[in-house]
């Protein structure tokens, strides 16, 4: 069965930075539309940052400039960094992948899904 596992969150303080990684086994990361997703309290689940088969990434609005998705191919991982954390990106972050051969990494083609990690910046 295909698992994600993500490792690397945490508390930190607001201007901080954490690396969120997700550990893929029983499936293929670097030929795969991958992504992050969060949901904070109350709220309902968003994407954050998508990363094509290709390596074409996109991100969310708030997050552009402060955080990279990217790949290793070598671990078979995904990576998020996050820099200039804000106590609002404080969430449950989950790494998720597609099985779409050939994705074009729209939000509803994800449908593997890690158990998520918590991720808390302080003011």
């Known amino acids: 069965d295909v698992q994600l596992v993500e490792s690397g969150g945490g508390l930190v303080e607001s201007g901080g930075s954490l690396r969120l990684s997700c550990a893929a086994s029983?499936?293929?990361?670097?030929?795969?539309?991958m992504g992050w997703f969060r949901q904070a309290p109350g709220k309902g689940r968003e994407v954050v940052a998508r990363?094509?088969?290709?390596?074409?990434?996109i991100y969310e609005e708030s997050v552009k400039g402060r955080f990279t998705i990217s790949k290793d191919r070598a671990k078979n991982t995904l990576t998020l960094q996050m820099n200039s954390l804000k106590p609002e990106d404080s969430a449950k972050y989950y790494c998720?992948?597609?099985?779409?051969?050939?994705?074009?990494?729209?939000?509803?083609?994800?449908?593997?899904w890690g158990r998520g990690i918590l991720v808390s910046v302080s003011s």
């Open positions: 029983e499936f293929t990361v670097g030929d795969a539309c």
């Open positions: 990363i094509s088969g290709v390596d074409a990434s």
């Open positions: 998720a992948a597609s099985a779409i051969r050939g994705s074009s990494c729209a939000t509803t083609d994800f449908s593997y």
